[in-house]
């Protein structure tokens, strides 16, 4: 009788949940959230959060593991998530609720690694994803908010990725990418071409550009490096670690320049 009751609760607790997990249902998660990983929303100034991972769709968890995040333009009760291995998310009710956005052709995989989101600063329809997807990054562009993606750019190697993407404010035509491969890609005409900006000495992790000053961009490298550039990329020098703000509002360019490479 013993062993009858061991076997039946093995078949109820391990065997139901696994057929259910074939048919889609997570039985394991509470609004869908990964475990070990919040993502909560504050609707009064920070004071109390509650989470904010529930997906409208039954069976299709929301991931909880967040990598980029965007409030739409022309919009500001659209949000849009990037997730780690769960692809595109886009909610209608600030943040409320989620619901993927699938696209059908393909261009977006629904397992895609979305590490950063750009949106064009005049036609909020354009989106560029910094993602990772079939084992490389990729820069993908759509020009329907975000109903289909296509492909710009691919770096050069399995495995090396896109890990940010700006836009300039500025000039919405002139794109920014920051690769694992250590280089600044830029494109000057929305996508349809890229041409190294520069090469650094390790990969890159972090890309940001002043909305105010499009020539002012700060770099983060995978060892946490920063490096920070006043004339739109021709030269860079890099902050010390022990610089406070005077020192690095007073730094002189170039102070230490890094010169393009050749891409083999």
Avoid at 187 to 214: A, C, I, K, T, Y
Wanted: net charge negative; proline share 5%.
């Amino acid at each position: 009788i013993g062993i009858i009751i061991i076997l039946a609760g093995i078949v109820f607790f391990v065997g139901i949940p696994f057929v259910l997990r074939l048919a889609g249902v997570d039985v394991f998660s509470s609004g869908g959230s990964s475990a070990g990983v919040a993502f909560l929303r504050s609707d009064n100034g920070g004071e109390t959060w509650n989470s904010a991972a529930l997906s409208e769709e039954p069976g299709v968890p929301f991931s909880g593991d967040v990598q980029a995040l965007v409030v739409h333009p022309a919009n500001p009760g659209v949000l849009i998530a990037g997730t780690n291995g769960s692809g595109l998310w886009r909610s209608e009710n600030q943040g409320l609720s989620w619901r993927r956005m699938v696209d059908r052709t393909g261009g977006l995989a629904v397992n895609a690694v979305v590490y950063a989101i750009a949106v064009h600063p005049i036609e909020s329809r354009i989106l560029y994803l910094a993602a990772f997807q079939q084992n490389r990054g990729r820069v993908l562009k759509s020009e329907n908010n975000g109903e289909t993606f296509r492909e710009v750019y691919a770096t050069t190697a399995d495995r090396a990725s896109v890990s940010d993407i700006a836009v300039d404010a500025g000039d919405p035509d002139r794109v920014m990418t920051a690769t694992g491969q250590g280089g600044i890609i830029e494109s000057r005409n929305g996508g349809v071409s890229w041409r190294p900006q520069r090469w650094f000495g390790e990969g890159l992790q972090g890309l940001w550009v002043n909305p105010q000053d499009s020539g002012e961009r700060y770099l983060m490298t995978v060892s946490a490096n920063l490096w920070k550039t006043v004339d739109g990329g021709v030269n860079w020098a890099d902050i010390p670690e022990s610089a406070s703000r005077g020192v690095v509002q007073g730094i002189r360019y170039p102070r230490r320049v890094i010169h393009p490479e050749p891409v083999c």
